[in-house]
């Protein structure tokens, strides 16, 4: 591939929502081929504090099922329900072709603080992100909904120490998407010194 080729994947890279993907279903092989070359991010010592869940099919209605009443639970002992929310988070997985929820599961020894192994976790989903736009496909990371509840963890398959980081929508984009995506000058961010 040319450094030209390669640019241009980064910069059509774009989040595509759900209202956005056809309903038909993304072939299994390109989702396993996201988190495969997710899991070639770069993590200190190692360490690989990313996991995935993926759900398709019927295992979309159980995410939608598990997080709505999740929230339910948790929002009613708070007082915070909302029954517009509920009634989303109990829909709109279903508009996708398949969700991967992403953990960090934090290194048994502890060697690292937290913040490096969440980064290297965030430099993964970037691949996922990357490979997606490489093969056509749409989605978009999510780290509403129950992301931050921490009774949602172990259905995750997470313990106390580990976090809940979000859900990758997937789907099919519609043709002819165009989206007015801006950057600002990378001249405002950086400082050389030579
Ligand atoms: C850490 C992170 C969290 C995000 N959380 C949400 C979210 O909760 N809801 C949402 O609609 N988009 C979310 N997004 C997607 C951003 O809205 C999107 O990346 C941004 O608008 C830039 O658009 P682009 O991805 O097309 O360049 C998130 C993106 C990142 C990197």
Redesign the pocket.
Same mark, same amino acid.
């Given at each position: 591939m040319k450094p030209a080729e390669f640019n241009e994947i980064i910069r059509s *890279?774009?989040?595509i929502?759900p209202k956005d993907y056809t309903g038909e279903k993304v072939d299994d092989a390109i989702v396993r081929q996201m988190l495969e070359n997710a899991t070639w991010a770069p993590s200190h010592k190692l360490t690989e504090p990313w996991r995935f869940i993926v759900f398709s099919g019927e295992g979309l209605k159980t995410l939608a099922d598990f997080q709505s009443e999740c929230y339910k639970r948790a929002t009613l002992a708070s007082g915070n329900f909302d029954e517009k929310k509920y009634e989303g988070l109990k829909t709109k997985p279903l508009e996708s072709s398949h969700i991967i929820a992403v953990g960090m599961k934090r290194d048994a020894k502890k060697g690292l603080p937290e913040w490096e192994e969440l980064g290297a976790v965030?430099c993964a989903i970037e691949n996922i992100y990357l490979t997606a736009t490489a093969y056509g496909v749409g989605c978009?990371?999510?780290? /509403?909904g129950i992301v931050p509840f921490k009774e949602a963890k172990v259905f995750f398959d997470l313990g106390e120490e580990d976090q809940l980081l /979000?859900f990758i929508h997937v789907g099919v984009p519609k043709k002819n998407l165009h989206?007015n *995506?801006k950057r600002k000058p990378v001249e405002e961010k950086m400082i050389w010194i030579s």
């Open positions: *890279r774009q989040s929502f965030f978009y990371l999510s780290t /509403g /979000g989206h *995506r």
